[in-house]
């Protein structure tokens, strides 16, 4: 669950802390470009952006779910689900030095990505790996694994934290921390018995 169901929580947490220092960011960015300060209704519709820009994304993912979850299994599509991870935590840690408020948008639209497919393919391979006496707590754990997730994104915004206005770039892309952990130790997890013999066909590899 850690690169999975747990970016979900993180990510829907973690917003909430950095919100004024974006808004700022915003504001200040604006003024650099065109030399003068916007309106509070732009940097409400910008503000409004980054939050739900995350939702759109996590549509997307949501969709692709089922194709990548057959076309390459549920390991594989959880594997996959890292890159975007990766991509958005590259690009909202980077927009503050980068004076970009446009790449925090499109960090969140590729962490809604990555998150909307792993919180798909996740309780899927979860389940599908379990043995049958263990499968309803082992499907369970990702919906711990969101709750540990949202605890954590409140914690990591807590003002003694990353809840300041120096790191919360670094704040908004801790999502990578838990992507590099399961593109680290993911692989040596076996594949889905389900997958291995409805897909594949691999009678032999399931048992």
């Known amino acids: 669950g850690i690169g999975g169901a747990f970016q979900y ?3 829907v947490s973690i917003i909430n802390s950095p919100a ?3 808004k700022s960011f915003i504001r200040e960015t604006w003024l650099k470009r065109y030399g003068s300060s916007p309106s509070e209704e732009m940097i409400t ?13 996590g549509l997307l993912g949501s969709s692709s779910a089922g194709y990548f979850s057959v076309k390459f299994g ?8 890292n890159i975007p991870a990766l991509l958005s935590a590259t690009l909202m840690g980077l927009s503050r030095p980068c004076g970009s408020y446009e790449m925090i948008i499109a960090g969140r639209l590729f962490s809604g990505m990555g998150g909307g497919l792993a919180l798909n393919i996740n309780p ?8 049958r006496k263990l499968r309803g707590l082992i499907a369970m754990t990702a919906s711990t694994a ?4 949202k605890f954590v994104g409140f914690a990591l915004g ?5 809840g300041v206005d120096a790191l919360w770039p670094v704040l908004m892309a801790a999502n990578a921390l838990p992507a590099l952990v399961q593109l680290l130790t993911l692989p040596f997890f076996p594949d889905s018995p389900r997958y291995l013999l409805i897909d594949k066909k691999d009678k032999e590899g399931c048992i």
Request: charged share 15%.
């Open 9 to 11: 929580g993180l990510q």
């Open 20 to 22: 004024e220092y974006i």
């Open 45 to 57: 519709l910008m503000w409004s952006f980054v939050v739900s820009i995350y939702s759109i994304g």
């Open 74 to 81: 549920r390991k594989k599509a959880m594997l996959f689900a």
């Open 124 to 131: 899927m391979y979860a389940g599908e790996c379990a043995p």
């Open 146 to 149: 969101i709750a540990i997730g």
């Open 158 to 162: 807590l003002r003694e934290v990353l």
